[in-house]
């Protein structure tokens, strides 16, 4: 599966220069690690946020988020969020915030 490269070009830009951000292709899109745990992505034109599994809830129940569906395996902590979701510069912030501040509870891999 492709994915937005102009979602891509917008994480990108809101962290690209943070400490220990790299690229890696994965789940058929691109994905931005934290010190080598995956923060955020894009999978065709959504977010892939990792918010972890305590905070997963409250994050399926923002507009536009569901539970992130790998081949019919569920991933409880991660959530896809159709563009609705993060349409407004505030709510694409937001979560690509709570992405990043996820990945930098983890150890570094």
């Not at 995956?38 to 977010?47: F, K, Q, T």
Request: overall charge negative; proline content about 4%; hydrophobic content about 45%.
């Amino acid at each position: 599966m492709a994915y937005d490269v102009a979602i891509a070009d917008d994480i990108r830009a809101r962290i690209g220069s943070h400490d220990g951000v790299t690229e890696r292709e994965m789940f058929g899109g691109i994905a931005f690690m934290i010190n080598g745990n995956m923060a955020v992505g894009v999978s065709g034109n959504e977010l892939m946020v990792r918010v972890g599994k305590e905070a997963h809830d409250e994050a399926v129940a923002l507009p536009g988020a569901r539970m992130f569906d790998m081949s019919a395996r569920p991933m409880r902590g991660w959530v896809a969020v159709a563009p609705s979701g993060f349409a407004e510069e505030a709510t694409f912030n937001g979560w690509i915030d709570r992405g990043v501040d996820f990945a930098e509870t983890l150890p570094r891999k």
